[in-house]
């Protein structure tokens, strides 16, 4: 039984005949060794230690070869599977075509992170917003003619279809409790106007909200940001320079202008000439904007910019049409992967 048992099991070429034949024929409970185990007793007292231990010697040795023969099996198959799924690393690859970030995103999640790096809270707030915010917050009272600057959609007489990121600002000196430390909030999001969809209009677009309220906050602080964000996100040899402009919301007001992409200052025709491009509108927050929230327009002060995304990357890629960013025709985003 021993020998045969050996001899089986050596030659056999799969785990599994190992075990669903050869284990239980030799080792199973109908075979030869159980039933030698069990015929002990039928025979003479002295006979069944010598026979006992010679059985269960048997049975080991079989179980031993058994599990060196499973072992080997399954390692040779192993090294067999390695050996076909090798890789031939000097192929060529198979290119995966994947998405991407819209390009609007891209260089609105570029400024979110420079914010959040100098402890910015990013905010975002809702497209179908309040007259209240929108615009009373605001200091733009219903029969204001600044109003004229903004053509809204009107959803009721009371709620309209943001036409700026600014009622973020509102919003957020209601919330916010001084006693906790300065406000600096970011706030970025798409924004409606009725215009007529052309190359330089769209009635949907991205705008980013910012705003830092605290005690002596002064304008070389809004300078200074602007700064920074302008040397971020395209270098060192972009500059800054502030232009008197008018919102309700600041006082004073603002319009900031960086070096022109095109001519790098020197004037050329994307920049009418003058070497610099508008990118954002800013100022000190209004102290009505203040008081209307709550806020002790005598102890805080604040600036606020708004800044657009969409005119940043027509500039800044050279796109003359805005509406190519919102017709999602995958040739045209593709370009900005
Ligand atoms: N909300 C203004 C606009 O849409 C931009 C702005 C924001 C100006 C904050 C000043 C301060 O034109």
């Not at 606020?304 to 995304?309: E, N, R, V």
Request: net charge negative; with cysteine.
């Amino acid at each position: 039984i021993r020998d045969e048992g050996l001899k089986n099991i050596q030659s056999a070429v799969d785990v599994k005949s190992i075990r669903e034949n050869i284990k239980v024929k030799l080792l199973g409970k109908k075979g030869p060794i159980t039933k030698a185990l069990r015929g002990i007793k039928d025979l003479p007292v002295e006979e069944r230690p010598k026979v006992g231990s010679y059985a269960n010697k048997v049975r080991d040795e079989l179980q031993t070869a058994l599990d060196a023969k499973i072992d080997e099996l399954e390692a040779a198959k192993l090294n067999q599977q390695l050996a076909a799924e090798t890789i031939d690393v000097t192929l060529p690859g198979t290119p995966v075509s994947s998405g991407h970030p819209h390009v609007i995103q891209s260089i609105v999640d570029q400024i979110t992170d420079l914010f959040l790096g100098m402890g910015y809270e990013v905010l975002s707030g809702p497209e179908v917003e309040e007259d209240k915010y929108n615009f009373e917050m605001m200091n733009l009272p219903k029969d204001h003619p600044a109003r004229d600057m903004q053509d809204t959609f009107y959803i009721t007489d009371e709620i309209l279809m943001r036409t700026q990121t600014s009622p973020m600002q509102a919003r957020t000196l209601e919330k916010h409790d001084f006693a906790k430390g300065p406000l600096k909030m970011i706030s970025p999001g798409v924004v409606y106007r009725r215009d007529t969809d052309d190359p330089t209009h769209s009635h949907q677009f991205h705008q980013i909200e910012g705003m830092v309220v605290d005690e002596n906050i002064t304008m070389a602080d809004l300078k200074g940001t602007l700064e920074l964000l302008t040397h971020q996100l395209f270098g060192d040899k972009f500059n800054v320079r502030l232009r008197p402009s008018y919102f309700p919301f600041t006082e004073p007001s603002v319009e900031a202008d960086i070096t022109c992409f095109n001519c790098m200052g020197k004037g050329c025709n994307v920049c009418k000439g003058s070497g610099w491009i508008e990118v954002l509108g800013a100022g000190m927050v209004h102290p009505n904007v203040l008081q209307n929230a709550g806020v002790d327009a005598e102890k805080y002060t604040g600036f606020a910019f708004g800044l657009g995304p969409d005119r940043l990357a027509m500039l800044k890629y050279g796109v003359n049409d805005i509406r190519d960013f919102y017709l999602n025709d995958v040739r045209f985003l593709s370009q900005f992967n």
